[in-house]
């Protein structure tokens, strides 16, 4: 179990001792260490896009986060490890100063990957004494913010996966990020999944969101607050769409029509030249049989598994895919009403799922004072909604309220899609 489930198994956070939180602490920076482990040197210091980021960058931009918001403000004796890390290792904090541009991330040849590892050793031992011996009104203060960093390495944490699948892809070799067999937990489920099943939800008022941050969970900001939804009648698919359903739509000329497309979502398709999901390797035949791919992922490249979500796919190709099978995206409020619901299966650990509601902030919503601010806010604007999780989510980094977001473009994280309708007259 990772940070957030312990804490979601056993105790209000507000009573829980300081020697649990430092544990978990613990465990997950030495988890980013784990998936960094298999990836070598050069493979760590690589940025294949702007998108992305180097796996020594996220080991860096993460230790970076708890010198500069809880150790910095709070820790009168600390020292920084370097401080020209603090303009290398900023990610997008106005309010904390310059930075070095996103799309040269990966021209940090220095410092080292070993002088990363110090870095973060550096200020594991430094947050341990923070936690250890810090005042108890202090401690009231540092509690949520250690949470909220733990949250975000976390993220990171995924960000990782789906960053180095991007670099190992543009290799011609294609090498495996480490190997593993198909019950791998860095890899989709194969399970094959019954139905598709349609189903039925009436029409209600439902409460939408978190009321976090409290004493007895975590919640980012853009969870809350709390707030209630009128829900039309609608249906919802009893599963995430399948490869070898999105490949009946390929063999059907769903990249050839452009009467399923949105207007964006078709230049894309123009521009960029999709002819099927990132990462999927054509084989022969029509790409109507799963026989026809190939999918590369974390364990290199494998014939695709009929059965197993579908992933790596953008909004426009999600969007266009239901249009094609009579259907839509549900909005973030119907998925959330029905994962409370429990009859849905494939909500989490599989694939993030699109939606088609746009990043807002929830009525009543205001970002957190100071630079945390800066986390969610500023990015409610030509977004959409991806709700549930993903095989590369950090298990217990998850909940029913939690919204991720992309452009709708984006096509290298593990996102896929569950279809819906509205419930017939």
């Avoid at 947050?127 to 390495?153: K, S, V």
């Avoid at 497309?261 to 799963?290: E, M």
Wanted: with cysteine; net charge negative.
């Amino acid at each position: 179990m990772t940070m957030t489930s312990l804490l979601a198994a056993e105790q209000p956070l507000a009573t829980l001792p300081r020697t649990f939180m430092l544990r978990q602490y613990m465990r997950v920076r030495a988890y980013s260490l784990e998936l960094a482990a298999p990836l070598s040197a050069e493979d760590q210091c690589v940025q294949s896009m702007p998108d992305a980021s180097p796996t020594k960058w996220h080991l860096a931009h993460t230790t970076w986060f708890f010198e500069t918001l809880l150790l910095g403000p709070h820790a009168p004796a600390y020292r920084p490890f370097n401080e020209r890390y603090a303009y290398l290792f900023n990610s997008y904090y106005e309010t904390l100063g310059p930075r070095h541009p996103r799309p040269r991330r990966g021209l940090l040849t220095r410092p080292s990957l070993e002088e990363i590892h110090a870095y973060r050793h550096y200020v594991d031992a430094a947050m341990e004494d923070l936690i250890e011996n810090c005042d108890a009104r202090l401690w009231l203060e540092l509690r949520p913010l250690l949470l909220l960093g733990l949250n975000h390495e976390q993220q990171h944490q995924e960000l990782l996966l789906t960053d180095i699948l991007h670099v190992l892809s543009c290799n011609p070799l294609l090498p495996a990020y480490r190997k593993g067999d198909d019950k791998d937990s860095l890899s989709p489920s194969l399970d094959a999944a019954p139905g598709p099943v349609w189903l039925e939800f009436p029409g209600a008022a439902a409460a939408i969101g978190s009321d976090a941050p409290g004493d007895d969970e975590f919640a980012f900001d853009n969870e809350t607050p709390r707030h209630d939804v009128l829900l039309q009648p609608y249906q919802l698919g009893s599963r995430l769409v399948t490869c070898g359903e999105y490949a009946q739509f390929i063999g059907d000329g769903g990249y050839r029509q452009a009467g399923l497309w949105l207007s964006d979502g078709w230049a894309a398709v123009q521009a960029q030249g999709w002819q099927a999901p990132a990462y999927w390797v054509a084989g022969g035949g029509s790409g109507a049989d799963a026989a026809d791919w190939q999918v590369f992922g974390l364990q290199g490249l494998r014939p695709l598994a009929p059965s197993a979500p579908v992933t790596n796919l953008s909004f426009y190709e999600a969007a266009a895919y239901a249009e094609w099978a009579g259907a839509r995206l549900p909005t973030e409020f119907e998925w959330e009403a029905a994962a409370r619901d429990l009859r849905i299966s494939q909500a989490t650990g599989h694939a993030w799922q699109w939606t088609r509601s746009s990043y807002d902030p929830y009525p009543g919503y205001h970002p957190p004072a100071g630079a945390v601010g800066e986390y969610n806010g500023k990015f409610m604007v030509g977004q959409l909604v991806l709700r549930g999780s993903s095989f590369a989510t950090p298990p217990g980094h998850t909940r029913v309220t939690y919204r991720n977001f992309f452009p709708p473009g984006a096509r290298w994280q593990f996102s896929g899609l569950r279809l819906a309708k509205d419930k017939p007259c």
